[in-house]
């Protein structure tokens, strides 16, 4: 009670709003407990549904594609599960956003969202199974970073960098790569790695494996002389540790992963427009297909090519070491970004770098672990998530706030931000102002008062 009465004594001297929680938070419905129980049936519809199908994609990739493979006990287990975690981290959201309204008898920027949300999320995560929590930490604080950067850069602390998508990209394969020099890098992350940038050594022999296979006996003898010429006449330097010439290899490797792209941009693109085909054959023509093949091209291309750049440096003095040259050729080639920006994948990126180079120094007996830290980070990124999407939600990623809409039935669309616009935060701006049509009786503030 003294660290609440000093929070009070605090408070008072700070912007508070006095209105109760029906006219500010759940204008839906009067009551508090009423409130969070109308929300529950949409909630749960949507997180079986989000679940269900996460669940099967995820164990039909795992009994690759057969159906008799599957464990359909577990998949209900953990469809329920998960369901009962996403639903209470809405209720327990709700529920504490008024029980600390009432304990301290006002609003304020940290009790609007935040001090609630993490509360929330603490304590729905306890629901969820301990293998997952990990993956969720790491979405969520992926998420929560994005978030502190366009709420900083809305306030004018931070600048936007135009283009800038690919900077977490860049550091992230920067990170990944001097993890996979070091010998520190997982198996997994370490294949994944190697088959996005087409650099695959065998550890067996220290030699490099042939990247793709050269296909070109059934083309035509002009073309075929093309090619036996960009391999063997454009040259190479003794530092390259590819077969034939730079330019050759720097073709191969964007042909190799640029149908890749083009395989899977396109599959995307039909699933997209299924229940419209007429739309297929435009979709698969335009622009926007063929920016995920130009970027999968690109990305092994300008690793090649940076390392190939770098073997030139004339002087044997400041040519860099192999090791160096990896990773600054890593950081080069997630500038590929800029041709298919997607701060999803790039924030993703960077975190799962960050998680493995932790991981790494706690093998090594550099770091120790964190005894719940899956919780606690999961608790504080969710929590202030949450938290913006009620005060500033136009500062959060426009996925996630489909994504709670969606959780939610639309009610976050009915929190009352022309109250939350006292703070100067312009929290209306997303979704404006509505007509909510209080039930006066149970309404404290004068409708046509403006608080700021």
Same mark, same amino acid.
């Given at each position: $009670? ?21 006219? %500010?938070?759940?204008?839906? &419905?009067?009551?508090? !407990? ?13 997180s ?6 996460? #669940? ?6 795992? @009994?690759?594609?057969?159906l ?7 998949? %209900? ?13 809405l ?23 935040y001090?609630?949300?993490?509360v ?67 198996k ?13 050594p ?19 003898? @002009?073309?075929? &002389? $093309?090619?036996?010429?960009l391999? !063997?006449?454009?040259?190479? %330097? ?20 640029? *149908? ?5 941009? *396109? ?19 335009s ?11 690109l ?33 080069? @080639?997630?500038? *590929? $970004? ?9 924030m993703?990126? $960077? ?6 180079? =932790? ?13 719940h ?10 929590? =202030?998530?949450?938290?913006?999407? @009620? ?13 709670? &809409? ?13 109250? #939350? ?13 509505? &007509?909510? !049509? ?15």
């Open positions: $009670m003294g660290a609440l009465s000093k929070f009070v004594a605090w408070a008072q001297g700070a912007p508070v709003l006095h209105t109760n929680c029906y006219e %500010t938070i759940h204008t839906w &419905e009067p009551d508090c !407990n009423k409130a969070w129980l109308v929300a529950v049936p949409d909630a749960l519809r949507f079986f549904k989000t679940y269900a199908t996460f #669940y099967i994609v995820t164990t039909l990739v795992g @009994a690759k594609g057969n008799k493979k599957i464990d359909w006990s577990k998949w %209900t287990k953990d469809t329920i599960r998960s369901t009962i975690f996403l639903t209470c981290n209720i327990f959201y709700l529920f504490f956003l008024c029980r600390i309204r009432h304990l301290v008898g006002f609003h304020s920027i940290p009790t609007i969202g001090t609630n949300g993490i929330a999320s603490f304590c729905a995560l306890l629901v969820e199974k301990k293998s997952r929590r990990p993956a969720l930490a790491l979405y969520l604080t992926n998420l929560a970073s994005e978030t502190l950067y366009r709420q900083l850069s809305n306030h004018g602390y931070l600048r936007t960098i135009p283009h800038g998508t690919f900077i977490p990209f860049s550091i992230g394969l920067a990170l990944f790569k001097f993890l996979s020099t070091q010998g520190g890098l997982a997994s992350l370490d294949g994944f790695l190697s088959s996005a940038l087409q650099d695959k065998d550890s067996g022999n220290g030699h490099v494996v042939k990247i793709g296979k050269t296909v070109h006996k059934n083309l035509p003898g @002009a073309f075929k &002389e $093309m090619i036996e010429r391999k !063997n006449d454009c040259g190479k %330097t003794e530092h390259c540790d590819h077969e034939d010439s730079c330019a050759y290899n720097g073709s191969k490797v964007f042909l190799h992963n640029a *149908s890749i792209g083009l395989a899977i941009s *396109s599959i995307l693109s039909i699933l997209k427009n299924i229940t419209n085909p007429g739309k297929i054959p435009s979709a698969l023509l622009k926007n297909n063929l920016k995920m093949p130009l970027f999968f091209g990305l092994p291309t300008i690793y090649h090519a940076s390392r190939c750049l770098l073997n030139r440096v004339p002087s044997s003095t400041l040519r860099p070491s192999p090791r160096v040259r990896d990773i600054v050729a890593a950081a080069a @080639a997630g500038s *590929s $970004m800029i041709v298919n920006p997607n701060i999803s994948i790039s993703f990126v $960077m975190w799962k770098a960050i998680e493995a180079f =932790y991981t790494h120094l706690v093998d090594t007996g550099r770091a120790r672990w964190i005894k830290g899956d919780l606690i980070l999961y608790a504080i990124s969710c929590g =202030y998530v949450l938290g913006c999407a @009620a005060y500033e939600p136009h500062a959060v990623r426009m996925g996630y706030i489909h994504f709670l &809409e969606g959780l939610t039935g639309n009610k976050i669309k009915q929190f009352n931000r022309w109250h #939350y616009d006292f703070y100067g935060a312009e929290s209306s701006k997303l979704y404006g102002c509505p &007509e909510f !049509n209080l039930n006066p009786k149970f309404v404290t503030m004068n409708p046509d008062f403006k608080p700021y």
